[in-house]
């Protein structure tokens, strides 16, 4: 089982259209940004980068009148942030994963993470984004992604995930009247998991080794069981370290525990922070998640069974860690 390794965060950032906050979801995509050390500039007035076409006349145009002083501000800090986050993780040979939220923040987000990645990705992948797969769009949008790494040469870095605010999307295209973002059900996302999965195993091959870097971050069995025997189809050694698996800390330890002793990289996700911060996290993370507290069923009996198994055999300080990886 690997150490926590990785340095995860969500970035909780709006830009917001005042006028309307549809065009934000709409035009989002059309969105550009200069390059990250433009991004830094003291001087800079970030909101005149954010350019959106006019919905009447396609002709581009400032998106938001102009922040306040302290928006602005606020931008600038949390992008001054981000870079002192990642230049010690780089320092430190860590990972930062930045975390995917709702489709109307999306885009800004990957787009920083993007920027992120041109910069910092050079010679190793310090920064993942985030693909939640139960969006229409994310098979294409990784593909975009990966297609712009190898043309512009940095490294590529992802976690894939499901999502996790599939009622909230829903709601929103419904009242605000836009299309559903999401997948028509269940098996279109673990459809559509299985397909960014093939192309992620398809570019590793293509490109030298090590140019692309995946967490499969799920406690779905079948998902975890295709990633492993499509390694393994593709010829993508557990040694090379390119393809990881990453559940959160006291869930589907029958899941992490296995994969560990078999040699594969293995991460807990572990929310950290003061308490007061942390527990509104965590209970909005178990109202997001409310599917896989039913696993926690699954878990408990699991449990039972190793205790009177350790009992049976006198087992009782067993430590399945000793023979687990750490990378
Ligand atoms: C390490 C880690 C990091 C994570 N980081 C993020 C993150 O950055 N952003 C984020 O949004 N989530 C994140 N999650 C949560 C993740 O998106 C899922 O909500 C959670 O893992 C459950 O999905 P699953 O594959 O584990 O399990 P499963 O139980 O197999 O899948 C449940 C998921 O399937 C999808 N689904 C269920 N019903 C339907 C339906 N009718 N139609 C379409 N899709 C459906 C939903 O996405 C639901 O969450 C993370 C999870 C882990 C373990």
Known sequence: ?????YIYFSLFFIIYCPMCN?????????????????????????????????????IPEQMMEGLTEEEDEQLKNMLKRLNTIVEYAKEKDVRVMVDAEQTYFQPAISRIVIEMMRKFNKEKAI??????????????NLKVDLDLSRRENFQFGAKLVRGAYMEQERERAASVGYEDPINA????????????????????????????AVMVASHNEDTVRFAVEGMDRHDIKKSDRLICFGQLLGMCDQISFPLGQAGYSVYKYVPYGPVEEVLPYLSRRAMENKGILKKVQKEKSLLWKELKRRVKAGQLRYNPLENSTVG
Request: proline share 4%.
């Open 22 to 58: 549809l065009c934000t979801t709409l035009f989002f995509s059309e969105v550009d940004l200069w390059d990250w050390d433009n991004l830094l500039e003291e001087n800079l007035q970030l909101c005149k980068l954010l350019i959106v076409p006019n919905k009447e006349t396609g």
């Open 185 to 212: 059900d269940y098996h279109a996302t673990t459809d559509m998991y299985h397909a960014c999965l093939e192309e992620v195993f398809y570019q590793i091959k293509q490109r030298p080794l090590g140019q692309i």
């Open 1 to 5: 089982m690997s150490t926590p390794l």
């Open 127 to 140: 920064v993942f984004n985030t693909y939640q797969t139960y969006l229409k769009s994310s098979l294409t």
